[in-house]
């Protein structure tokens, strides 16, 4: 080796060394912050997210509902109560309750208190405001409001038990009262003695989703459509809804449409008024054109 490089060798590993030294003690700085960080952002999470259980109750039962903020020190002072009336056509509502009759309970981490339903077939959250301007609210899953046992919960887009003849259609039914993971039954005319359509599925998270195609041959009819499950109490649960079907080939309603005729009219309304606008602005480009 030539005099001079051996030193110079020396310098670069020694220097390669102090490089990777800094490196790794980066990454170590850097996931230490990105833990803390993490965990501080879990942190307000969770003390702006309330908890409610259960996820599923009836009429009369007791929903808890707990928090991590307003520890004792603080107030709540105020609890709104959050309606969604799912699979009906009507707006959700948002009220104030009654602070007193929720039994509140505070600790040194948070604090508790109990709300009874009154009304069935509806999606409730609460928010919670505290004392020191801290707001929580419920998950976006909010819990679900049953009948007395033996009513299934009926749902359907659009707000209606309805289809026209011919049609497939999505049918979503909620049940307490059905065997998790269970078989269960949708036939829509049964009792009508004229079976217009018939589907099976199984019961998830206490949700039947289907879709289920009404025959081309039903008849206009207000029939009905049934659910048989197994039930959690044994045996076989049957519950049933109105279900309105209309003839195959019905025009639109009239609210938020317009008949075939209409749309004809207007068709050849429009047609006519371009043609008209297209013969005026040929004529002047023909009048431009011509040497005066």
């Known amino acids: 080796m030539r005099d001079g490089v051996a030193p110079y060798v020396g310098w670069v590993e020694n220097y390669s060394q102090f490089v990777r030294r800094a ?36 009429v009369g ?25 799912t699979g009906a056509a009507r707006a959700s509502t948002q009220v104030a309750l009654d602070l007193a009759s929720l039994a509140i309970t505070q600790t040194a981490g948070g604090f508790s208190f109990t709300y009874v339903p009154v009304e069935a077939e509806v999606e409730l959250g609460f928010q919670v405001t505290c004392s020191d301007g801290s707001v929580a609210t419920s998950p976006t899953r909010k819990v679900w409001v049953f009948a007395p046992y033996g009513r299934h919960w009926f749902l359907q887009s659009g707000s209606a038990l309805a289809a026209t003849a011919g049609s497939t259609v999505n049918v979503v039914i909620r049940s307490m009262d059905c065997v998790k993971g269970s078989l269960a039954t949708v036939t829509l005319g049964r ?75 207007a068709s050849l309304l429009v047609l006519a008024g371009l043609g008209m606008i297209g013969r005026r602005h040929d004529r002047r480009i023909t009048k431009r054109a011509t040497p005066r």
């Open 23 to 58: 490196v790794a003690a980066s990454v170590v700085l850097l996931s230490t912050m990105a833990m803390s960080a993490g965990s501080a952002t879990a942190a307000l999470a969770d003390a702006s997210e309330l908890s409610i259980t259960p996820s599923m109750a009836r």
């Open 191 to 265: 009792h009508l003695n004229t079976l217009a359509g018939a589907v099976q599925g199984t019961m998830t998270n206490g949700v039947l989703d289907v879709m289920m195609l009404v025959y081309p041959s039903a008849t206009s009819s207000v029939s009905d459509l049934e659910m048989r499950c197994e039930s959690v109490r044994g045996g076989i649960l049957s519950d049933l809804r109105p279900f309105v079907v209309s003839p195959r080939g019905k025009p639109l309603p009239a609210t938020g449409g317009v008949s075939s005729g209409e749309l004809v009219i």
């Open 61 to 85: 039962d007791s929903v808890t509902v707990t928090g991590q903020s307003c520890a004792a020190g603080q107030n709540l002072t105020e609890v709104r109560l959050d309606t969604a009336y």
